[in-house]
């Protein structure tokens, strides 16, 4: 059984199609916000593995004893987007500094990585200031990309993985080096110490095949 | 009859499996009684009155036309001048008595209030819980109330559908004096369902008739009440009314003389001022007939009269007489009608034993 | 911003969309109301149904289609426009329309049945006292309606201060702005301050739990008083 | 009269600024009217019978104690075997009348039902409408329903407010009988208010008049009626109670022959078999006086007698006869007295006009 | 596990969880409207506050709450494991629980003010004609108070159906286990499958304008045929 954060639900659904189909194991996978998957862990949700979108939690639950400790690994790395949806908006990062939007739309700094990750990639433009009363927050990314794409924002920094499949609008990929690695951690929780499908998936999940997919939905992997 | 002075009545339709047609005139300037048994649609020509309930046909009051199919007039009922006292006192229970009673008071333009609160609820008795709450009642209470809360009303039609039913007697005396004296004074014509023979003889100016949905007759009371063929359905109940002029007070006996075409009746004195119309209303029952004109009885009003017609229903008999041109109905049995020969043209003196006056 | 600043915000705006919706909701609440108890329509029902569905949809799925509804594209963006704006959402006004479409159920149908309960004699009374519809509306049939309406106030309240999945999603959640208390909560509870949020969720339980009892004692006296 | 037959009520309380001190025992066997005046606390002595209203006190029906406050007992009124005529018909909106009606039958063991469904139904006049809604039925209709539904509770005391008052007189014409047969045949005792002395007179055995929440006078309707205090409070509505025993029928004037202390009545043909004890009312203003016994009259009923008592009262002056060990009241003017020189000791001839058969 | 399965199961559990919440709901509210309708404590309304506060909490919060409670170190877990389980969170149990705490107002307070709506004349009506007060309770009170109960039954339902912050977080989203049809939107729409987003909201919406109207409507039937 996996706990698997709601923003890696695309590629995760892909990669648990393959691995059941190379193992013949059964996966029964959970999406969630990360907060929430967490907060059921801690009340011994019946959840094997944990995909996390930041790395906070699975360290936490490593170090509470809910997770086999060593089992931990960044499985992927988000890369953030500036998108909008009217075609010839984003430029790149003049876009930004131009500041002629009213609405910027990020995600919460507080409880989405991606979230804090855009506030950072503002402060290192030195704009966050002047854009500060224009930024909407979304609660997670994946409201992040709504206020965008339903033209409510003109443009938000959303993940890379959510614009991957998409066509038109315009974008700019924010480079890595404007904010610190969103990186999203896995690990083996304690229940699923002994389920050897659990320990297989997260083999698998390491696993060129897996990497692949991951990569195609917009993912930096890691080394 | 027709025009400004009349209401005209004309509604057909059906209630479910009930079907009325209802067609009468009256006049609208005194009391019309509906009288009827349980369930012939009393209640139902007085909601289509009110405009609460909508029938096809047509409603003339006064000239003013309230319903009017074949022209597709139909007045709201709200835009009814009528004060309506409903079968059950349905007060609002979420206003005080005193809410109650301002409810429709305010709604008037004070040019139009024809009554003030204070005299109108303290005739009525409801003075003293003036702040209650409409739950807190008796069931005559609250009956007073509604009665009072129609009246503020300032109505130019008055609609009641047996308002004094759940009063007992002492409030009765006291309320019908002065829906007599509202009628007399303020010239409010009243369409009053009414159960009660008493009521209706002392209050009624015409009386309608209904039976099952339809009309049976209509007419003024003196004629109706007369009138054999529904004298006969009353049996003992039957009575008649008899105008008369006040002539003369007697101090002594406290009895007042009231001159009819057929005599003079002495009553209970009156506080009525000589020459002063008057009616009084005697029941079949209170009326015996001897040959002679007898005397040593303390049977006061004895009239020399003519049989006019009689009418046999079993042991009992209702002789109609002719007192010098007034009629009166006397209850006789089948076995003093034979002892004393009664038959049309028969002369005989009537003894009335009791008188009850009107107004 | 600091923390306590925001705080305040929060609940100064949650106390603000609450009782504005609130109103707004029996504004709108009132009229349907009325309607689905007096209309003799085969398809009231109908009408009520639809008055209930947006409960059935998951808050932050009516969000979306509130976003899209609001949005540029929707007459939300036109009305906005005439403001001078690009769209309703992230603003007050957004957050009240959102709120009010989510709770209008809580508030429709208990009133519908007060208006239902009372039988159609009172209305028939004040008609032959002279009063109008719109007079006996006011001088009977809302009175007579009370606990109906502060049931639908209540609930329409309640819900409203709880809600967040809609707010959170038309709001953006800008502090001050449309940053309320529930998407205050639920970010304690995302980034694990518990103690705070177990904190906040007890001072709101108490202020609510004041504001409610207040509005149901009020109704109790109000009705022995008006009386 | 204490003890297995009796009723005793003793409740002393206050509802809001209303304060109730009734205190009463009645015989456990007839038909026990309340009456007074509106607001007296009528009803709030059978809601407290009822078990409806805890007032504080002791009440004793037949024996059984259903509360007794000093020993802190107090039956439920699910618990009390009674029958509720509510003033207000009360019926309940969510069943049809066959199901209002079936209510409280269906709740009584069977072995204890006393009466069917149809019979009640059909006697009251409610079988045309058993599937209808109640809210469709005339005020009058519901009435006859509610008073069903308690008769087919199979009370063992049925307490009735104003069951008749919104009854016409022939609805009223057919029920009254049915209520008398089942006080004979079925002995279920029963606390009866009414504001209508005609329903009282042929009704009651026992009258309790209450005046403003305590008991006035209470006792047996024939000594009650002619208590020259209360007689005189009636005035024109005071009367008397004859029991009579019946020796004969004429067939030709189908009259029937009432022997009683005094005399023989003749009255309308009844059913009743010869020998069987019948209950004659006369009304004080159906009485007059004459000084000879008088012939060539239309009235039948004519009674030496000896005036007892005399009570001025205005215009008017009741008088107590002794009729051959009877009491008989007569109304007359005081002129006629005057005339006649009535006074206590003084041989008259009371003329019976009309006479009422209770039973 | 295929997504068409997933959905179907979705789907069953979404009836399921939303007939068993609402027949639980009436279950338990009536007797606390009941109770709130007839007890003439002074502290009532105190407890018709209370019962309303759930309402107040973000769903989550309140869901977390719930967790809490129905985890191992609450009474919840304590009861599962006199049924050999460790914890009513995650199994379908733990979504009724959650689920009936957080509708509960709604039915409450709709049925409380139908049983306040006809007074008490009919239930002394009742009592003279011999039925006990539990007698009374089922022949008199809840017939005359079923606009109440529909009310309560279309909200409780509708409401049950919608919800999915509490069940998220009480049930894990498990599939054919705890993943009812919100939290299948949910995920379509955060992952941004809009189309199959809207399919399954409208599916749900005509599915739930079914229910609803067919509540509605049979009881005015009802109302109609039992008189
Ligand atoms: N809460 C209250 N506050 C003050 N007075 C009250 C309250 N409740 C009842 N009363 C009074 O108690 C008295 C008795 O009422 P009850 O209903 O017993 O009268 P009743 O004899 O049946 O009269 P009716 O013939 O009019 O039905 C009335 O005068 C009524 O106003
Ligand atoms: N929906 C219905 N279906 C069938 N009959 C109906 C319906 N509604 C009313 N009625 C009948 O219409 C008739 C007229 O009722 P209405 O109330 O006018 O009588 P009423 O003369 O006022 O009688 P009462 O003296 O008993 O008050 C009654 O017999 C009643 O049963
Ligand atoms: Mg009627
Ligand atoms: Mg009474």
């Given at each position: 059984?996996?706990?698997?954060?709601?923003?890696?639900?695309?590629?995760?659904?892909?990669?648990?199609?393959?691995?059941?189909?190379?193992?013949?194991?059964?996966?029964?996978?959970?999406?969630?916000?990360?907060?929430?998957?967490?907060?059921q862990i801690t009340q011994r949700a019946p959840y094997h593995v944990f995909l996390a979108a930041d790395q906070v939690r699975p360290a936490l639950a490593e170090r509470e004893g809910l997770a086999v400790p060593g089992t931990r690994f960044t499985y992927a790395t988000g890369r953030l987007v500036l998108f909008s949806r009217?075609?010839?908006?984003?430029?790149?990062?003049?876009?930004?500094?131009?500041?002629?939007?009213?609405?910027?739309?990020?995600?919460?700094?507080?409880?989405?990585?991606?979230?804090?990750?855009?506030?950072?990639?503002?402060?290192?433009?030195?704009?966050?200031?002047?854009?500060?009363?224009?930024?909407?927050?979304?609660?997670?990314?994946?409201?992040?990309?709504?206020?965008?794409?339903?033209?409510?924002?003109?443009?938000?920094?959303?993940?890379?993985?959510?614009?991957?499949?998409?066509?038109?609008?315009?974008?700019?990929?924010?480079?890595?080096?404007?904010?610190?690695?969103?990186?999203?951690?896995?690990?083996?929780?304690?229940?699923?110490?002994?389920?050897?499908?659990?320990?297989?998936?997260?083999?698998?999940?390491?696993?060129?095949?897996?990497?692949?997919?991951?990569?195609?939905?917009?993912?930096?992997?890691?080394? | 009859?027709?025009?400004?002075?009349?209401?005209?009545?004309?509604?057909?339709?059906?209630?479910?499996?009930?079907?009325?047609?209802?067609?009468?005139?009256?006049?609208?300037?005194?009391?019309?009684?509906?009288?009827?048994?349980?369930?012939?649609?009393?209640?139902?020509?007085?909601?289509?009155?009110?405009?609460?309930?909508?029938?096809?046909?047509?409603?003339?009051?006064?000239?003013?036309?309230?319903?009017?199919?074949?022209?597709?007039?139909?007045?709201?009922?709200?835009?009814?001048?009528?004060?309506?006292?409903?079968?059950?006192?349905?007060?609002?229970?979420?206003?005080?008595?005193?809410?109650?009673?301002?409810?429709?008071?305010?709604?008037?333009?004070?040019?139009?209030?024809?009554?003030?609160?204070?005299?109108?609820?303290?005739?009525?008795?409801?003075?003293?819980?003036?702040?209650?709450?409409?739950?807190?009642?008796?069931?005559?209470?609250?009956?007073?109330?509604?009665?009072?809360?129609?009246?503020?009303?300032?109505?130019?039609?008055?609609?009641?559908?047996?308002?004094?039913?759940?009063?007992?007697?002492?409030?009765?005396?006291?309320?019908?004096?002065?829906?007599?004296?509202?009628?007399?004074?303020?010239?409010?014509?009243?369409?009053?369902?009414?159960?009660?023979?008493?009521?209706?003889?002392?209050?009624?100016?015409?009386?309608?008739?209904?039976?099952?949905?339809?009309?049976?007759?209509?007419?003024?009371?003196?004629?109706?009440?007369?009138?054999?063929?529904?004298?006969?359905?009353?049996?003992?109940?039957?009575?008649?009314?008899?105008?008369?002029?006040?002539?003369?007070?007697?101090?002594?006996?406290?009895?007042?003389?009231?001159?009819?075409?057929?005599?003079?009746?002495?009553?209970?004195?009156?506080?009525?001022?000589?020459?002063?119309?008057?009616?009084?209303?005697?029941?079949?029952?209170?009326?015996?007939?001897?040959?002679?004109?007898?005397?040593?009885?303390?049977?006061?009003?004895?009239?020399?009269?003519?049989?006019?017609?009689?009418?046999?229903?079993?042991?009992?008999?209702?002789?109609?007489?002719?007192?010098?041109?007034?009629?009166?109905?006397?209850?006789?049995?089948?076995?003093?009608?034979?002892?004393?020969?009664?038959?049309?043209?028969?002369?005989?003196?009537?003894?009335?034993?009791?008188?009850?006056?009107?107004? | 911003?600091?923390?306590?600043?925001?705080?305040?915000?929060?609940?100064?705006?949650?106390?603000?969309?609450?009782?504005?919706?609130?109103?707004?909701?029996?504004?709108?609440?009132?009229?349907?109301?009325?309607?689905?108890?007096?209309?003799?329509?085969?398809?009231?029902?109908?009408?009520?149904?639809?008055?209930?569905?947006?409960?059935?949809?998951?808050?932050?799925?009516?969000?979306?289609?509130?976003?899209?509804?609001?949005?540029?594209?929707?007459?939300?963006?036109?009305?906005?426009?005439?403001?001078?704006?690009?769209?309703?959402?992230?603003?007050?006004?957004?957050?009240?329309?959102?709120?009010?479409?989510?709770?209008?159920?809580?508030?429709?149908?208990?009133?519908?049945?007060?208006?239902?309960?009372?039988?159609?004699?009172?209305?028939?009374?004040?008609?032959?006292?002279?009063?109008?519809?719109?007079?006996?509306?006011?001088?009977?049939?809302?009175?007579?309606?009370?606990?109906?309406?502060?049931?639908?106030?209540?609930?329409?309240?309640?819900?409203?201060?709880?809600?967040?999945?809609?707010?959170?999603?038309?709001?953006?959640?800008?502090?001050?702005?449309?940053?309320?208390?529930?998407?205050?909560?639920?970010?304690?509870?995302?980034?694990?301050?518990?103690?705070?949020?177990?904190?906040?969720?007890?001072?709101?339980?108490?202020?609510?739990?004041?504001?409610?009892?207040?509005?149901?004692?009020?109704?109790?006296?109000?009705?022995?008083?008006?009386?």
């Amino acid at each position: 059984r996996l706990a698997i954060a709601a923003n890696f639900t695309a590629a995760a659904r892909e990669i648990v199609a393959a691995f059941e189909a190379a193992t013949g194991h059964r996966v029964v996978a959970s999406f969630g916000s990360t907060g929430a998957l967490y907060t059921q862990i801690t009340q011994r949700a019946p959840y094997h593995v944990f995909l996390a979108a930041d790395q906070v939690r699975p360290a936490l639950a490593e170090r509470e004893g809910l997770a086999v400790p060593g089992t931990r690994f960044t499985y992927a790395t988000g890369r953030l987007v500036l998108f909008s949806r009217e075609p010839d908006l984003v430029t790149g990062e003049a876009t930004l500094r131009a500041g002629t939007f009213t609405k910027l739309a990020v995600a919460n700094p507080i409880t989405a990585p991606y979230g804090a990750a855009a506030v950072e990639v503002l402060r290192a433009l030195g704009i966050y200031q002047t854009v500060e009363r224009r930024l909407v927050l979304g609660t997670n990314i994946a409201q992040t990309y709504q206020f965008v794409e339903t033209g409510n924002a003109e443009l938000g920094l959303v993940a890379a993985s959510q614009v991957a499949e998409r066509a038109g609008g315009s974008r700019w990929l924010v480079p890595q080096s404007l904010h610190s690695v969103i990186a999203q951690d896995a690990v083996l929780l304690t229940i699923g110490a002994e389920n050897p499908a659990a320990v297989a998936f997260l083999a698998f999940l390491r696993s060129g095949p897996a990497r692949a997919v991951i990569a195609r939905h917009g993912y930096a992997v890691a080394e | 009859m027709s025009g400004p002075s009349s209401i005209e009545v004309r509604l057909t339709g059906a209630l479910g499996t009930f079907a009325l047609a209802a067609e009468f005139e009256a006049p609208a300037t005194g009391i019309v009684a509906l009288v009827g048994p349980s369930g012939c649609g009393k209640t139902t020509i007085l909601r289509c009155v009110a405009g609460l309930l909508r029938l096809h046909g047509s409603l003339r009051v006064r000239g003013e036309v309230w319903q009017d199919d074949a022209r597709g007039i139909f007045l709201p009922p709200h835009a009814r001048p009528i004060g309506y006292v409903f079968q059950e006192p349905s007060l609002f229970p979420h206003l005080s008595v005193r809410g109650n009673l301002e409810f429709g008071l305010r709604r008037v333009p004070s040019a139009e209030r024809r009554l003030r609160l204070e005299d109108v609820a303290d005739l009525l008795g409801v003075s003293g819980f003036l702040d209650r709450d409409p739950a807190s009642l008796s069931g005559g209470q609250r009956q007073r109330v509604a009665i009072a809360r129609a009246l503020l009303a300032s109505p130019r039609l008055l609609l009641m559908d047996e308002p004094l039913a759940s009063l007992d007697r002492a409030s009765k005396r006291e309320i019908l004096p002065y829906l007599e004296h509202l009628r007399a004074t303020l010239d409010i014509p009243t369409l009053y369902v009414s159960h009660s023979p008493d009521e209706v003889a002392r209050l009624a100016d015409h009386l309608v008739s209904i039976g099952a949905g339809s009309v049976r007759a209509s007419g003024p009371i003196a004629e109706m009440l007369t009138r054999m063929d529904l004298a006969r359905e009353q049996g003992a109940d039957a009575e008649a009314v008899v105008d008369a002029t006040v002539t003369g007070h007697d101090a002594e006996f406290e009895l007042t003389a009231l001159a009819f075409s057929g005599g003079t009746f002495l009553v209970t004195r009156t506080a009525h001022p000589i020459g002063q119309r008057v009616r009084l209303r005697v029941l079949a029952r209170d009326a015996s007939l001897t040959l002679e004109h007898q005397t040593g009885t303390s049977i006061l009003n004895i009239f020399p009269a003519v049989v006019d017609e009689v009418v046999t229903d079993g042991a009992s008999q209702t002789v109609r007489l002719d007192v010098g041109g007034t009629p009166l109905l006397a209850r006789i049995t089948r076995k003093s009608g034979a002892t004393l020969g009664i038959e049309p043209g028969r002369p005989v003196h009537v003894q009335v034993k009791a008188v009850a006056l009107v107004d | 911003m600091d923390d306590g600043a925001e705080l305040w915000a929060a609940v100064r705006l949650t106390v603000e969309l609450a009782v504005v919706t609130t109103l707004v909701l029996l504004v709108i609440g009132t009229p349907i109301a009325w309607w689905l108890a007096r209309s003799r329509a085969a398809w009231k029902e109908a009408v009520a149904a639809v008055v209930a569905l947006p409960l059935v949809l998951p808050p932050t799925v009516l969000g979306f289609y509130a976003l899209i509804l609001l949005g540029p594209d929707g007459p939300g963006g036109w009305v906005a426009g005439l403001f001078g704006g690009r769209s309703l959402a992230f603003t007050f006004e957004g957050l009240v329309i959102g709120s009010v479409l989510y709770s209008l159920p809580f508030v429709v149908q208990p009133i519908r049945n007060a208006f239902e309960s009372f039988g159609p004699r009172p209305l028939e009374v004040a008609a032959t006292l002279r009063a109008g519809p719109r007079d006996a509306f006011w001088s009977v049939a809302v009175p007579l309606a009370r606990p109906g309406f502060v049931t639908g106030a209540v609930l329409g309240f309640a819900h409203t201060v709880g809600e967040f999945g809609v707010v959170l999603m038309i709001g953006g959640g800008i502090p001050g702005e449309t940053k309320v208390l529930s998407v205050a909560i639920y970010d304690y509870v995302e980034t694990l301050q518990w103690t705070k949020a177990h904190m906040l969720a007890g001072g709101m339980l108490v202020f609510a739990f004041a504001v409610i009892l207040g509005m149901l004692v009020l109704e109790k006296r109000l009705a022995r008083r008006l009386r």
